[in-house]
């Protein structure tokens, strides 16, 4: 792939700011580099090319956009964590009214889906209110109509096999998923649809998209394509908008530094507002 110097990164950038709301200035310059390389080659053009391109026509601008952002999900990644949201985080919720949860970053609705089969067997789903947001509207679409490619199911049903390998309880993975291999299809059950509100929101801009307090909020693997400055500013926004004894859950090569750590308990990747 083309080497690219990082005024050309930044003349991008700044094109795409000048035709649009995307502002990519503080996002992660290693990968966002990585990601306009591949929009480069994709497209078989060169920066001033991409430049005129998204100058030219706000479609193409929409559509690279959506390239750059990287989307890769999986039901039930990362098995550790949900152990600790089933066994720790879930029961301290046992006596709330009701559960307000933000899925901040939530891609094509894997990791909403995880929560919803949790909220389900601890018995919390009808108090629940469920918020999904992310910059990119297909992805969005994809999670609302719960419909995921087979190929997959291998990864799903270990990450859900390791989940519970130490419950008691037997859970079954086809009881919440119609999974179809002549289909190419693993369709999440019509008891799990329609309970989440989705909206398209991009955290740079920092504001709360639901309007409401939370008791969890999930931003995971999302932190780590933003520098330093804008994750503080991010986290900031998600101590103002949860409870006090609320969950942020991050991803597990994502972590909180600086004074806001101060503000959480942290047990590994979630962590509590004091
Ligand atoms: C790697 S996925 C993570 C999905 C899920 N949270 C998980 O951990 O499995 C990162 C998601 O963050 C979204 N994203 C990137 N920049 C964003 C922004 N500024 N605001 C909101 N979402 C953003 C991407 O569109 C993508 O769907």
Redesign the pocket.
Known sequence: MKELKPEEIQLFIDAVAKHSGYDFSEYSIKSFTRRVQKLLVDYRTDIPGLIKKVSESSEFLESAVKNI??????IF?DPGIWQVIDKKILPAFKNELRINIW?????TG??VYTMLILLKQHGLYEKSKVYA????SD?LKVAESGKYKYREIDEYIDNFNKTYEKSETKYDINDYFKISRTRNLVKVKPFLLDKVQYKV????KLTNPFAVKYNMI?????LI?FNHDLQNRVIKLFENSLFTGGALII?KHEGILGDIADKFEKHGTIYIKK
């Open positions: 952002t990287v989307n890769t999900t999986e990644r899925h901040a970053g939530a891609s894997q990791e947001s992310d910059i990119n992805v929101h991009d955290l740079t999930f931003c995971r693997n999302v394509y991803g």
